[in-house]
């Protein structure tokens, strides 16, 4: 019974070889996750490191001949082994990550570089999806003489991404590669971006209220003190700036919130229909305040779109109650709902209805094929912009009555915050206006897939 077991202890090596090497690369694939999870630059030498020297241990392993091996059985392995063996541990990675062979074609990737560089055929070269010339050097550097490196990418269309590419060597059988893994810096980035443009935007657009209440307070205590009548006068006055300081600050966080998350298109479905019924709702009461109605105009069915209901809803709300602010007494608002085949149309029918209006795109969607929009279009009947403010409109802070010296209420920050959230649902924005007849506002969002029941 023991020379039984001695002579098939190399079988069962053999046979327990591939375990053995799986739950290594399993182990060190687990180390790589949750490192990568860490998001240091120190963490990222190290992941790149542990990754090297993983593949480099599993190499040894797969070349070492198992004990007592036939010689026609080590060959065959050998041969065997391949960049396409390291397909599922690149798959398996939370980063976008990428294998480069050395004539520069992509061996392995995984679902993350797929999305976010936007391709899907493998052997592909590098160079054909990405024209970052750093990078391109980064990997041939890897591949061809073994060098690590890390190159900072600036992605700026659709919307603004960064990111840190690491590039290291790997060797597998008889082939080399470069591993190269894109951690994504976006958000920290537009979150000390927004921190800074908070702090700026709220010191210069509260310096003009804050001045005037420090009048105020200065006036009530002081000569109108005993003037009961002056001193409600001023009291109210006081509170209207601290309404102003209220929106204000409201609005600023809204649009610090939506830049923050810009570059993360939305995953949810939303009804526009509903969008529009909650929004005009909500103004139904500053509506009849001004004078003015509102008229819906469109499909009454559902208009499924892919997007951010609460952020659409912000949307609405916004550009409906612009057109309200700059609607004379007696006059409408009207309200348009409709779909479009492709881009081009979605902007036609949306923002090109008055022949004799001076028009803009404020903001234009990437390319697509086949695809359908739905629009929103909400038109006034005041006296219109014009054509010299409209490349302007969606700045931030900027305001039209301004220049003309009779400034109505608001913070300047609407028509930005509807910007921003359109872009984040990859859409666009469209405005036309004549002096006389009005202006309309108008943005296009694609309709959600359908999915088979």
């Excluded at 990111?163 to 290291?168: I, L, T």
């Excluded at 279009?377 to 009555?401: C, M, N, Q, T, Y």
């Amino acid at each position: 019974m023991r020379q039984a077991l001695t002579l098939s202890a190399p079988r069962l090596l053999r046979m327990a070889r591939p375990a053995v090497l799986a739950a290594a690369g399993a182990g060190a694939l687990v180390l790589l996750a949750e490192m990568l999870a860490g998001h240091g630059e120190l963490v990222f030498a190290l992941v790149l490191g542990v990754a090297a020297g993983a593949v480099a241990v599993w190499r040894f392993a797969a070349q070492a001949p198992a004990p007592q091996a036939p010689a026609a059985e080590r060959a065959t392995t050998d041969a065997r082994a391949s960049l396409a063996d390291l397909t599922p541990f690149i798959e398996a990675l939370p980063e976008a990550a990428l294998l480069i062979e050395q004539d520069g074609r992509i061996a392995a990737s995984n679902a993350e570089a797929r999305r976010q560089l936007k391709f899907e055929a493998q052997g592909l070269r590098l160079s054909s999806i990405l024209r970052h010339p750093e990078i391109l050097d980064a990997a041939q550097a890897a591949a061809v003489d073994g060098v690590s490196r890390v190159v900072e990418y600036e992605n700026a269309a659709p919307v603004e991404e960064h990111f840190r590419v690491y590039a290291a060597p790997i060797a597998w059988g008889g082939d080399a590669a470069a591993l190269l893994v894109f951690h994504d810096q976006t958000t920290q980035i537009m979150t000390e971006r927004m921190r800074a443009d908070f702090l700026a935007n709220a010191s210069h657009e509260l310096k003009t209220p804050v001045t005037s209440l420090s009048l105020l307070i200065e006036t009530v205590t002081g000569s109108a003190r005993s003037d009961e009548a002056a001193r409600e006068r001023f009291i109210a006055m006081m509170g209207v700036q601290v309404d102003r300081m209220k929106r204000l600050v409201d609005d600023l966080l809204s649009l610090s919130k939506i830049e923050q998350n810009e570059h993360v298109p939305p995953s949810d479905r939303a009804d526009l229909v509903a969008v529009v019924r909650e929004a005009t709702d909500a103004l139904a009461h500053i509506a009849r305040e001004q004078g003015v109605s509102i008229r819906v105009l469109g499909d009454p069915g559902g208009q499924i779109v892919a997007g951010d209901r609460f952020q659409l809803v912000q949307v609405a709300q916004n550009l409906i109650d612009n057109a309200i602010k700059y609607s004379p007494k007696g006059g409408e608002v009207t309200v348009e709902i409709g779909v479009a085949e492709g881009r081009e149309s979605a902007a036609e029918r949306a923002g090109r209805q008055w022949p004799d209006a001076a028009r803009i795109a404020l903001l234009t969607p990437p390319p697509t094929t086949g695809r359908s929009y739905a629009y929103l279009r909400v038109a006034d009947a005041g006296p219109g912009i014009p054509k010299r403010h409209l490349p302007r409109l969606s700045e931030r802070f900027f305001r039209v009555e301004r220049d003309q010296g009779a400034e109505k209420t608001g913070t300047g920050l609407g028509l930005a915050i509807v910007k921003h959230i359109v872009n984040r649902h990859r859409g666009g924005f469209v405005v036309e206006s004549e002096p006389g007849r009005g202006s309309a506002f108008a943005v296009y969002i694609e309709r959600a897939r359908m999915t088979a029941s």
